[in-house]
């Protein structure tokens, strides 16, 4: 009679998903939704992204749900947000609740907290090298990440950084790491939007991001979606779409 088969550690499940994943993105992606799942915890639901900084450049590189990937981008937008702090100082960053949160000023935890979320923790990767990396977390419960949660969550840090560190380093010297690159080296639709806004109103990044923020609480549009609307107007031929500060007349 066979043995019953052990429960495979946080290791050997990592090294499944590296075997089973079909290119580098697939496995920054599936490695995301595996932790998201390890960290939300019975019955709940948990956001992650990936974010990797190389040449002082920020991208996400491997996301749970198109929602964790905007949340991410909203910091790299501002330049500045928990996970940009835990990759660049390699030092864990939790926040409790966003609804009491201003170390990164209103506009970075108003938009955050615009897709439902109330608590984030952001922990370093150890690359050992130039590139950075960072674990990002969210949750839409406020608190989530107590000192338990922190506790497991540096623990499976640490299980799996030796596989995102040979998955990067291998990535970023060959010929796969062509989308990589790209991705580092462009600004993100996000990005864009928010210039334009600033252009139309003559206003400040923070204000233009918070203009953004409203338009997509008002309408229920997720903020990419929003961004993307007002570039594709901007660069095409139709209607051109207009984000005002509030208070703001329209003309005419």
């Known amino acids: 009679m066979l043995a019953h088969e052990s429960p495979l550690n946080t290791t050997e499940q990592v090294q499944n998903l590296i075997l089973e994943s079909a290119d580098f993105e697939e496995f920054l992606n599936e490695l995301a939704r595996f932790s998201a799942h390890q960290m939300a915890g019975d019955g709940d639901d948990a956001l992650c992204g990936i974010t990797l900084l190389r040449d002082r450049k920020a991208a996400t590189i491997g996301w749970s749900s198109d929602d964790a990937r905007d949340v991410d981008e909203i910091q790299y937008s501002l330049a500045q947000g928990p996970c940009l702090t835990a990759a660049e100082e390699q030092r864990e960053v939790n926040v409790p609740d966003l609804f009491e949160e201003d170390r990164w000023g209103p506009a970075y935890a108003d938009a955050v907290a615009s897709h439902g979320l109330r608590s984030v923790l952001s922990l370093p990767f150890n690359l050992q090298g130039d590139a950075r990396a960072a674990l990002n977390l969210y949750s839409d419960v406020p608190h989530k990440f107590d000192e338990r949660a922190a506790a497991k969550a540096r623990g499976f840090t640490r299980e799996i950084s030796q596989a995102l560190r040979l998955a990067v380093r291998f990535a970023l010297h060959s010929d796969a790491a062509t989308n990589l690159r790209a991705t580092l080296e ?39 979606d929003i961004a993307k609307a007002l570039v594709d107007s901007v660069g095409g031929t139709g209607t051109r779409t207009h984000y005002q500060q509030p208070g703001e007349a329209r003309a005419g």
């Open 186 to 224: 462009s600004r993100t639709i996000i990005d864009i939007a928010i210039g334009v806004v600033m252009a139309q109103n003559r206003c400040s990044q923070d204000v233009a991001v918070q203009i953004l923020t409203d338009a997509s609480s008002n309408s229920n549009t997720k903020l990419r």
